[in-house]
């Protein structure tokens, strides 16, 4: 089944200690990005890969990092994480940008909170 | 600047007609995308439109109008399942995969 995959769907953690959620697609796409949702502000995206060693930060990147060392995975690290970054995250995938859709999928959701 | 405006709440009931209507302002457009979101669970994808006029998919069609700014989502025979966010979204001219989302509306279906 083509599908995003997040994991964790739930972390608490404490300020600072640093934390990464993992995210992998099986559908071969180049592109993959990160968005937190916060409620009245909809999704933003925090950084983004257009293929393998190649990433970009979004609208929101201060706090986090992420890597693409293989075409499947693209995970989001936060290296000291702070109440502010409590939020739900979302991964998501799309295919080739050559193609008029490129519709992205949705992982899950990954529901953070940091105390 | 860019800029996404969708209303932020409405109310039907079951077996209505409801139109959600989205405005934009990008500093480019290739392509609005409707994704529908149920409470905690990721956005799924539910219509694409790039040149204008009326995409029809079922019991879901979306309009678009790019010299107004322009779209709608519009839900026929509405279903308690339906109660959900819907989301707007414009596809950035200068990236072919950056979508930038407004704030969603959510939809609440009554018996």
């Known amino acids: 089944e083509a599908q995003v995959t997040q994991n964790p769907r739930y972390l608490i953690t404490v300020t600072g200690k640093k934390l990464t959620v993992t995210c992998s697609q099986n559908?071969?796409?180049?592109?993959m990005s990160w968005y937190r949702q916060d409620p009245g502000l909809g999704l933003r995206q925090i950084y983004y890969s257009m293929n393998v060693e190649v990433t970009d930060k979004g609208d929101v990147p201060e706090g986090y990092k992420v890597s693409r060392k293989e075409k499947r995975n693209f995970p989001l690290i936060l290296e000291s994480p702070s109440p502010n970054q409590t939020s739900l995250y979302f991964c998501?995938?799309?295919?080739?940008?050559?193609?008029?859709?490129?519709?992205?999928?949705f992982g899950a959701g990954t529901r953070l909170s940091v105390l | 600047g860019q800029n996404i405006d969708q209303p932020t709440e409405m109310t039907a009931t079951e077996g209505a007609i409801v139109q959600i209507n989205c405005t934009y302002q990008?500093?480019?457009?290739?392509?609005l995308f409707w994704y529908q979101q149920h409470a905690g669970e990721a956005p799924t994808f539910l219509s694409y439109n790039v040149l204008d006029g009326l995409e029809e998919k079922g019991r879901f069609s979306s309009f678009l109008s790019r010299s107004k700014g322009y779209s709608y989502l519009l839900l026929k025979e509405l279903q308690m399942k339906d109660s959900a966010s819907y989301l707007c979204a414009v596809r950035d001219q200068r990236s072919t995969d950056k979508l930038i989302f407004g704030t969603g509306t959510r939809l609440q279906v009554f018996p």
């Open positions: 998501a995938s799309s295919r080739d940008r050559a193609l008029a859709k490129n519709i992205q999928y």
């Open positions: 990008t500093s480019g457009f290739n392509g």
């Open positions: 559908m071969n796409h180049e592109y």
